[in-house]
């Protein structure tokens, strides 16, 4: 077990190292980053001096550790267009982005996991035809398109909820959250909505399959042959088998709904850090642009981490299947 | 007896290559599926008219000359206001909404198409070569494979996209925009065509024709592309299809955030990128009728790619 802990910390370590070696690349040789920080009035002298401050004249190797070193320390520049520090920038937004995906991950799993029940169980009602067909549109449609077909139907056409922004936040030492004002919780809804909706299609036939799957098991005609209700069956011994796979999927996915939040966040115009990098992107600025990829990829690389270890601790067959190819 | 001896040549006789194709699993399959029907047909049907628009169309939406800007924001011909010459509306510069949709489908349908043959190549060869060779080769593809499978395809084209901004600059124009965007899509879909070449050439390099041609001194990369590449390249077609629907959504979605095609050469999602400011106005037709398209075009896709993989994998039957 110990054994598998470290192997797999070690792959996420030469995993994030691998990203880091990119990030330092773009900000290193994609436009020249003295350029972005000076105006078009300095002279030749202070921009060889810039250079040298700023360690352009190292070795490259020595760049890199030197990039390492700062982003292991949060130090990822300043942006060339706030041209304030980028943590700051992204420390603002994180938590508006943490929250809704949070709250889409909690739809998805609040809708999805009953909706997969019910199809499983009653497999040729009308209902569950219903909910295979939105599953497949669901799967089938860009994020972007779902937000404005929701845009479209609630605030314009119903009058219903905001379309953009966080609605009123409150502010708890750094963290500004939204979840306590009525304004900012009804803001949240089309966002985690839009965001959560391929997550819940997504959880929905997982739990289905499992469902059916267990649903055919021995133990489950056991307690069938022992009198229990449906209901203890179907929930206390079928649904309880289904989780674990679940939870792992739900577990990557959660990586997955932070990146992908960043289209959602452009519909809605949610003030969180995909949409900050958005605008790095479209206005070229290569600090913000490293350091959301860095912090992404540290997202995913744990997440994976944590899933695997737990998975490796819940099903024991796993700790033997992952011997080195 | 004559009527018998027809019958036992008929029987003797091979069938021709278009009676076989008629008779085949794939087409008995296809037959017995409306939804596969359907979905074909609203695929054939996209595609047709996106090939004929300077056909179909009522309007050159490129064309700036046959733009009034007094004829914007027209609502489609059953609203009130509408105006015969433009059937689903116009947009904000005068442009007719069902001719840019034409032109639209176009764009997102030829960078859909040119970033899936791209990806596929990409991986069909990395794919092979990891196979073949083993080794530190196979490890450092399959690593830069994994690596990547871990990131969602959005956010590379996205990377790819902006590295392409700080080199190009003021020099990104159109046409560089689109290969851009080919090469943004493509580099972020490769993985799936690589594992999977992969994985069939490791069964395929230990069979006897390929030993036998390694015998007779045939060089490796002879042996790659003539002898086993038709041998792994059968679920490649699978792959594709269902890879062109999540092409065609990447395109749109980098469209839609601005880091697409420019709106003087709008694809589906610059379309709706355009339309959205509108919605609030009342002004729907805009952003909603390329919405339906794009909708239609890859779900269709999408069920098409679905038959496919059950009907070529008579495992899954």
């Not at chain 1, 490293?290 to 981490?305: E, G, K, R």
């Not at chain 2, 002879?222 to 590449?229: E, T």
């Not at chain 2, 955030?257 to 919605?279: A, D, N, R, W």
């Amino acid at each position: 077990m110990l054994a598998f802990i470290i192997r797999r910390m070690l792959q996420a370590i030469v995993v994030t190292l691998t990203v880091s070696l990119i990030a330092f690349t773009l900000f290193r040789f994609v436009g020249d980053p003295v350029n972005q920080m000076v105006g078009i009035e300095t002279s030749a002298e202070e921009r060889a001096q810039l250079r040298q401050d700023l360690g352009l004249n190292d070795a490259v190797p020595i760049q890199f550790t030197r990039f390492v070193g700062n982003a292991v320390r949060l130090n990822f520049g300043n942006s060339y267009q706030f041209k304030t520090p980028v943590i700051d920038l992204i420390a603002d937004r994180f938590p508006a982005t943490m929250e809704l995906a949070l709250a889409s991950a909690l739809f998805a799993l609040l809708v999805g996991i009953p909706m997969g029940v019910y199809t499983a169980i009653n497999r040729n009602s009308l209902l569950s035809n219903v909910f295979l067909t939105v599953s497949l549109v669901g799967i089938s449609l860009p994020t972007f398109l779902i937000g404005i077909l929701l845009i479209f139907l609630f605030p314009v056409t119903l009058h219903m909820l905001p379309s953009f922004g966080r609605g009123e936040v409150l502010r708890i030492g750094f963290w500004s959250t939204g979840f306590l004002t009525a304004s900012g919780l009804k803001a949240l809804v089309l966002p985690a909505i839009t965001l959560g909706l391929f997550q819940m299609t997504l959880i929905m036939r997982l739990v289905r399959g499992e469902m059916m799957e267990v649903l055919r098991a021995d133990y489950i005609k056991f307690a069938r042959a022992r009198g229990l209700s449906h209901r203890a069956v179907n929930f206390g011994h079928a649904l309880k088998n289904t989780l674990v796979p679940v939870m792992t999927i739900t577990g990557l996915q959660l990586g997955s709904i932070i990146a992908f939040a960043l289209i959602t966040e452009s519909v809605f115009q949610w003030p969180g850090m995909g949409l900050l990098f958005l605008k790095a992107v479209q206005n070229v600025d290569i600090p913000i642009m490293s350091a959301y990829l860095l912090l992404v990829a540290t997202i995913f690389v744990t997440i994976n981490l944590i899933v695997d270890m737990l998975y490796a601790v819940v099903d024991p067959r796993i700790r033997i299947d992952a011997r080195p190819a | 007896m004559a009527v018998q001896d027809n019958e036992t040549a008929a029987l003797l006789v091979r069938p021709s290559r278009l009676r076989a194709f008629f008779d085949s699993d794939i087409l008995y399959s296809f037959r017995r599926s409306r939804v596969t029907i359907a979905a074909a047909i609203v695929t054939f049907t996209i595609v047709l008219a996106a090939l004929l628009a300077p056909v179909i169309a009522t309007q050159d939406p490129y064309d700036l000359r046959q733009l009034s800007i007094i004829d914007s924001h027209i609502p489609p011909v059953w609203q009130e206001g509408g105006d015969a010459r433009y059937l689903l509306g116009s947009d904000d510069q005068g442009r007719d909404v069902f001719s840019t949709i034409l032109y639209g489908s176009r764009q997102s349908i030829s960078i859909g198409v040119m970033s899936t043959l791209f990806a596929a190549m990409l991986g069909i060869v990395l794919g092979l070569i990891a196979g073949y060779f083993g080794g530190s080769v196979d490890a450092f593809i399959m690593r830069a494979a994994d690596i990547q499978s871990t990131f969602p395809a959005i956010l590379i084209a996205m990377l790819v996209d902006g590295t392409s901004r700080a080199l190009f600059g003021n020099q990104r124009n159109d046409s560089v925009v689109f290969w851009v965007m080919v090469l943004s899509i493509g580099l972020s879909f490769w993985v799936q065509y690589a594992r999977t070449v992969r994985g069939s050439t490791l069964v395929e390099k230990s069979k006897d024709y390929v030993l036998a041609a390694r015998l007779i001194g045939i060089p490796p990369a002879l042996i790659l592309f003539r002898h086993v590449l038709p041998n792994v390249i059968g679920p490649m077609l699978v792959i594709a299809t269902i890879n062109l629907a999540l092409a065609v959504i990447t395109e749109a979605t980098l469209s839609f955030l601005g880091l697409g095609l420019p709106s003087t050469q709008p694809s589906l999602g610059t379309l709706i990128q355009i339309g959205q400011k509108y919605l609030f106005a009342g002004e729907w037709w805009i952003a909603i009728f390329p919405g339906i398209t794009l909708a239609a075009l890859v779900l269709s896709v999408n069920l098409l790619g679905d038959w496919l993989r059950d009907a070529l994998n008579p495992r899954l039957r």
